[in-house]
Structure formats: C-alpha cells, structure tokens
C-alpha cells in the first residue's frame, strides 16, 4: 500500500479498478485547513490522463509494472517490433503506444518496454541518443550571436535545433525527453 503522502513522478498505483502513473505531484500546506496532494495522473492502459486532489492520508495498493530492455528490431506499417534479448521472440507494438520522443530510436537500439500484466502501456527510449545529422543549411561565417541555432535532420527522420557550427555528416548527442541537442558525440 501506498499513502499519497508518498506519491512520487513515476510511482504507479491501482484506483477504482484502473492503473495510474503519477506524472506530476505537489505537496500543498494552505495557511488554513488541512494539507493535501494536487496531482496529475495517466490512466496507464487507456492513456487519459487527469489532475485530482488527495488527501495525504489515504492509501492505494502498489501496482507492480513490469519495465524489461528489449531491441528495436523493424517497424512494418503500423506495428513495430522489439526483440526480447533473453528468449529472443519478437513483440509487435502498436504506434499510438509509442511516445514522441520514439522518432530518436533507430534500428537495433535499446528501449524499455513497460507492461502490467502483460498489457504493454509504454516504450522508453534511451535518454540520450548519438545519431548522424543528415541534413542542415550550412553556417555562414561572422554569425556568432550567442544561442543561434538551425533546423537539422537526423538519420532516423527527425528535426531538430543545433548550433550553426554543426554540419552534416557529424554525430550528435540528444536528449530524447526534450528533443534537444546536448553537444558533439
């Protein structure tokens, strides 16, 4: 059991016969009255997330999701497969359970698929990703305003924003939670 008092980003519990994953918390001490829990929550299988009110006290059983590594092997229209490393068998997953921080994950990469009895709700990519910028305007000399960034495409398809010292054909580290450059890999 779990108090709401205990809520964390992340932690999942089972209410009303549904599994929510808290995505945002916070802990509220008015001037008057009793403390209490605002939060924002996603119902894991149907994917609808909402903001509700808790009182710190009140408990809720632990709801134990599974979140095993498994390779990205192929996508084939709608379906994309991931490759359990341990038995080697392919699981197909559909597109609208993939998040958009999934257009980083090239083939052969690692996810972490997460499941609650046996029903996939997610795929994590990996928080950081090095891939190959395929296309960007060149940087014209005696620009250098500070923070001047340009359109790019990486090798998986994506656009991003880099620096204008960035050329094509260079690896690059980014932040698949943002969707961000971080530097030069």
Sequence with gaps: ?????EFRNGVTFEMDGSVYQI????HVKPGKGAAFVRTKIRNVIAGSVLERT?????KFPNAYVERKDMEYSYADGD????????????????????????KFVKENMVCRVVSF?????????PNFVELTITQTDPGFKGDTATNVTKPATVETGAEIRVPLFIEEGER???DTRTGEYMERA
Excluded at 23 to 26: G, M, N, R
Excluded at 54 to 58: A, H, I, R, S
Excluded at 81 to 97: C, N, R
């Design 172 to 174: 690059v580290r980014i």
């Design 54 to 58: 808790f009182n710190p006290t009140e």
């Design 23 to 26: 995505i945002e918390f916070q």
């Design 79 to 102: 379906l994309y497969y991931f490759m359990d490393s341990e038995t080697y068998e392919l699981v197909p997953i559909g597109k609208d359970i993939l998040s958009d921080s999934f």
């Design 1 to 5: 059991m779990i108090s709401a008092g």
């Design 117 to 125: 009895k046996g029903k996939v709700f997610a795929v994590e990519p």
